[in-house]
């Protein structure tokens, strides 16, 4: 981390600059999140951390540029990155080609080529190759997400979930979008790469279970948590899509769908544990626990199980401690270790917060 954010500090343009510090400070919760799936495969490696860490930063970092200068085709080009991060047959393209600004010192073809070094190294990214290419394609809705104009946005949307799915799909086309939206099933495809016995069989059987309802899930606690903000900015809220008494009972429908698919799968707790953190951490937002959401977000960590009942105190700890949540003062640090009086608050939450 410190080197990227070394690297981040020395962008020449300054919106570039900004967009990339801005992604390291507030998506730390994205980043931690991503280094999880390291836990995965039965043998740590050192390898699959940076993967997981540079392509987290990648993606991060493209949807804060792309949401700068929200226009369609800037933000296809944007996100060509992401794919050619993971296919190193593909040459790399002028990312900033259509961006209002152009001059990132190299950042984010250092990202890149870290993804492509890193996953080249994996034993069986063979294996993946079928399962993880579907999944980087399905990330070309992200250049969709920040069009400005709602009508036009839901227009684009429907339609190109019309085409990358089959007709009778049981989720509906913002669903379907929603999914699309979060790299989950990156990141579990390049754990699963890791693993010297993988097998193309468990790989498909993986990304499944990702894509769409572990990653549904995601999207959904995301916009949860954004409900009012998104509604006061006028930005984009998938959660809104439902009518506005089925919202809360749905997420809850896909909260427990998660869980479930999760504890199918080979190797299945560590799944259910990498699930539930995401949960966890989306419920412990300040947002997600306002009087008029509390009953809401009880229910939610009820469907997801009793694991919650320890994750969501420990996470609200992180955030006090990593300056991740919206009440509470920024601590300041030495090096990477925590002032005291940080470390004795973050245990006053863990014994206070209220179990859901």
Known sequence: MHSWRQAASAIPDGPLREDALHALAHKRANIDGAALFWTLPSRRCPELLRLLVAFEILADFLDCVSERAP????GQQLHRALREALDATLPCSDYYHLHPWRQDGGYTLALVYRCRQTLASLPSQSEIRAPLRRAVELLEVLALNHDTNPARRDEKLRAWAATRFAQGEPLAWFELAAAASAWLPVLAMAAYAADPAGKPETAEAIFAAYMPWISLAGTMLDSYGDLEEDHDAAHHSYLAHYPLRQADRRVGELVARAISEASRLPNGPRHVAIA????????????????ARLAATRQLA????????????????WRLAYGQTSDCIQPRRSGSRLQAPFRHRAHQIIRNTPVL
């Open 276 to 291: 539930s953190c995401m949960i966890a951490m989306y419920l412990s937002n300040d947002s997600s626990r306002t009087p």
């Open 71 to 74: 226009d369609t085709r800037n």
């Open 302 to 317: 009820h469907n997801a199980g009793p694991l919650q009942r320890l994750l969501i105190p420990a996470l609200r700890a």
